[in-house]
């Protein structure tokens, strides 16, 4: 019996998180207009293009003039490595150019990566 509660309790708990972790694209694109003083979807600004971000690795957009450290983090970019990064840049990666606190609020993290995913489906088609 008690097994079973635990096993009950363990799988809504996983199913919280997972509805947790999926975040809101619609409050993440609110959080991304924080990201265009420096980045946008299509083009390199002073932070790389967004578009491609899914799978591609750290440092490799041609022609971006990255840091030596996001060039050597070996970094691939998925939602995993994104929550990592966009919570503290600087941790992640010490050295990197990127000179932004981070997104503290973990739901913020999860909308954000939510909106990146969105927009990579729709925004970027055809665009890497």
């Keep these: 019996m008690r097994a079973g509660r635990a096993l ?3 799988l809504i708990a996983a199913a919280g998180a997972q509805a947790f972790a999926a ?12 990201c265009l003083a420096c980045h946008a979807l299509e083009y ?10 899914f799978g591609r690795r750290a440092g490799s957009v041609p022609g971006f003039a990255y840091s030596d450290a996001m060039r050597r ?28 606190a981070g997104v503290k609020d973990r739901r913020e993290r999860a909308d954000l990566i939510a909106y990146l995913h969105n927009a990579n489906r729709t925004a970027c088609a055809g665009v890497r």
């Design 8 to 10: 009950a309790a363990a």
């Design 23 to 34: 975040g809101d694209a619609k409050r993440g694109e609110e959080v991304y207009s924080r």
């Design 44 to 53: 390199d600004r002073t932070g790389p293009r967004h578009c491609g971000l």
């Design 73 to 100: 983090s070996r970094i691939i970019w998925n939602d995993a490595t994104l929550e990592r990064f966009i919570a503290d840049p600087l941790k992640a990666v010490p050295g990197t150019a990127m000179g932004y």
